[in-house]
């Protein structure tokens, strides 16, 4: 029996969501409306940004009517509870892209994702919106020669090819890696720029603007059902626990629980537990060493890796711990709670800090604060995204592997397009590769379990 992924109740309280907006439970509206022009499924970042840039598109006088869908509270998915980073690939997945799909795509991935640091910067700077972002720079340091090895190897690849992106990455090694980088033990460490921000209140900041443009949002309002095909007129069917309506267009910004309202997804969109928490430190070390003004990723070894981000009062953020519990697949594949702890990771990120950075050691660092959270995983490492394969008026933008703060913004503006004008996919600067196809439905693969480093034991339970 397939089990269709659907948002789970009294979900922990992640850091992001600590201070709650007036917005968190707001609707516009007592009632629903019988009937919108287009209806968005999803209140997080893919949502709050799809309604974002189509009000922002469309000629005032032209505006549609825009109903937005939240099952809980307004980004309480994926985005309230990651590791607040803004952080553009430049050299790693992009050299898997390069291996499978060449090196124009890796190039235009790439290009995509750093192009989200300025559009970022501009829309909360045109927008005024409060988020706490600060671009600086990311260390990626790995503590492993063996994956020292094929990242660098990788890097020098796309180098050669010509992409100055990636040329960009500075990479040290050895002493001068554990310089830049202040980690213990560094065998590597790249070096790029790179955001950080509180999630939460960029996505309010958002959903305040397409308000007062005339959205329509609903929290607490969960969809059950899309009509299996439209009425006469073109006309979709949404079907929530309080209520239907009728929509010309329905864009599904659901991230991991896709599956649960867009059946053709199941298995290749899937529910992905992580986990994530906050780090106070009492005695920063003086000096800084590092100051730790920069996002990390610390790699233990392929696949086993942490990351983390310096918050303006002091505290770390850091999720990862994929080490404790990746061999237990219940744990974390296509599971959706994230009311409950993955308890073999429930104190993984204790004494953390004073393991792996130098200069720790008497900060009395302690963990305040561990969160789930629910990603959307791929069973291609690929967002989903474009109009949804025989379903004329249903679009998608989900499934962002966990990377989506370097992808969701600019490519729901490109989904705008494509409602607004009818721009083709291929005209709207989304990376090729993100577009959703049925040859892509119909691949039997998963790279979610292959990519997993499981072992032998647990891949015979498959």
């Keep these: 029996m397939t089990i269709r992924p659907f948002p789970v109740a009294n979900s922990i309280t992640p850091y992001w969501r600590s201070e709650p907006d007036s917005l968190d439970n ?141 040329k960009s990455a500075a990479y040290t090694t050895g002493e001068e890696a554990e310089r830049v980088s202040g980690v213990k033990g560094a065998k590597s460490c790249f070096s790029y720029r790179a955001g950080r921000l509180w999630p939460y209140k960029l996505i309010v900041g958002l959903l305040k603007k397409s308000i007062a443009k005339g959205a329509n949002l609903q929290t607490n309002t969960p969809v059950v059902s ?34 649960g309202i867009l059946p053709q997804y199941q298995d290749k969109i899937v529910p992905v537990r992580g986990i994530c928490s906050r780090i106070v430190v009492p005695n920063p070390p003086i000096p800084a060493s590092p100051s730790l003004d920069s996002s990390y990723t610390v790699r233990i070894k392929e696949g086993i890796y942490e990351y983390l981000i310096a918050r303006p009062d002091g505290s770390i953020i850091i999720g990862g711990a994929r080490s404790v519990y990746v061999q237990d697949l219940k744990l974390w594949y296509n599971n959706t709670d994230d009311a409950t702890l993955i308890e073999p990771a429930a104190h993984h990120f204790d004494g953390y800090m004073q393991k792996y950075f130098n200069g720790w050691e008497d900060t009395g660092s302690y963990t305040d604060r561990v969160w789930t959270g629910i990603m959307g995983y791929t069973s291609d490492d690929l967002p989903h995204v474009g109009h949804v394969p025989g379903k004329p008026g249903q679009l998608v933008i989900a499934g962002f592997n966990g990377h989506g703060m370097p992808q969701i913004f600019l490519s729901a503006k490109g989904v705008a397009q494509m409602i607004l004008k009818g721009t083709d996919f291929e005209e709207t600067g989304i990376p090729r590769i993100f577009k959703t196809t049925q040859a892509r439905l119909d691949n039997k693969g998963n790279t979610i379990l292959s990519a997993s480093h499981l072992d032998e034991k647990v891949k015979k339970q498959l």
Aim: charged letters at 25%; one cysteine or more.
């Design 26 to 166: 707001h609707r516009s509206t007592k009632s629903l409306p019988e009937k919108a022009d287009l209806v968005v499924i999803g209140a997080g970042y893919a949502g709050a940004s799809t309604a974002y840039h189509l009000l922002e598109q469309a000629e005032p006088s032209e505006r549609p009517s825009i109903l937005i869908l939240e099952a809980r509270q307004v980004c309480s998915g994926a985005t309230g509870r990651n590791g607040g980073h803004l952080k553009p690939d430049v050299y790693n997945f992009v050299g898997t892209v390069a291996e499978r799909y060449g090196a124009e795509a890796a190039t235009e991935l790439a290009a995509f994702e750093c192009a989200h640091l300025p559009a970022i910067e501009a829309v909360v700077e045109k927008e005024k919106i409060q988020c706490d972002l600060q671009v600086s720079q990311a260390h990626d340091v790995q503590l492993d020669e063996a994956h020292t090895d094929k990242l660098y190897n990788a890097y020098k690849t796309l180098i050669d090819s010509g992409s100055a992106l990636t």
């Design 226 to 259: 899309v009509s299996e095909s439209p009425d006469e007129e073109g006309r979709w069917t949404v079907t929530t626990l309080r209520g239907s309506i009728i929509a010309k267009k329905v864009i599904f910004a659901s991230n991991a629980y896709t599956a």
